[in-house]
């Protein structure tokens, strides 16, 4: 009599566990998201906290990034090629139309030589659309580590350096999450694909 009891409760057990896993491997599925010019996270993270000043003086921290997508880009003024190349690609990418609330920062490896108004008319030159951003090597350190980004000075004969930094760009969702990271060579066309299909699904994340 037991037995018979328990086995339409086991049934119905193995019954919601079989749909449970399938709801699961389809949830899974329908968050991977292929992408032309990166890889995207299998689930969106949240940065740990930060704060850096523009080239107005603003302070800005993870709130900043709030409302709105941003692509985000360790870089300095002085870079003789991947730096342009990669601020040249996304220039190129809001001339094509990106999401209307996308946000480019800047950030410099070398606040010893780019000083705010160096950033600013750097910038410029590409968009006046991009954020230049910038903080003490001390307080840069804890967002580099974060997003597993490097950023080291090159000696260079007569006193001279160079800066030797990750050249990825790092996708923020409208909730400071990060989305996706993307590495060269970069295209404008590859990169509006890739942004459009990951924003759709962030927003159901």
């Known amino acids: 009599m037991k037995l018979r009891r328990l086995l ?26 292929l992408l032309q010019s ?13 704060t850096l000043t523009d080239t107005a003086g603003r ?3 993870n709130g900043a990034l709030r409302g709105h997508a941003t692509l985000l880009y360790f870089g300095y003024t002085a870079c003789p090629d991947v730096c342009p190349a990669t601020l040249a690609t996304l220039r190129e990418l809001y001339a094509a139309g ?5 946000q480019v920062w800047f950030v410099t490896v070398d606040p010893q030589r780019d000083a705010p108004a160096v950033l600013a008319q750097y910038l410029a030159a ?15 350190a804890p967002l580099l580590h974060d997003l597993n980004a490097y950023a080291g000075r090159r000696a260079l004969p007569a ?21 996706a990271v993307f590495t060269p060579p970069f295209t404008a066309a590859a990169l ?8 759709a699904s962030a927003a159901t994340l």
């Open 192 to 199: 509006r694909a890739d942004l459009r299909r990951l924003l």
């Open 98 to 102: 990106v999401p209307a609330d996308l």
């Open 38 to 50: 990166g890889t995207a996270l299998p689930r969106p993270r949240t940065l740990a906290s930060f």
């Open 59 to 61: 302070r800005l921290d």
């Open 159 to 179: 006193g001279q350096y160079s800066m030797d930094h990750s050249s990825t760009l790092y996708l923020l969702d409208g909730r400071a999450r990060l989305l």
């Open 126 to 140: 590409f968009s006046p659309q991009f954020v230049g951003l910038r903080a003490a090597p001390d307080s840069l």
């Open 8 to 33: 339409p409760l086991l049934l119905l057990t193995s019954l919601a566990g079989a749909l449970a896993g399938g709801l699961l491997a389809h949830m899974l599925t329908q968050r991977a998201v």
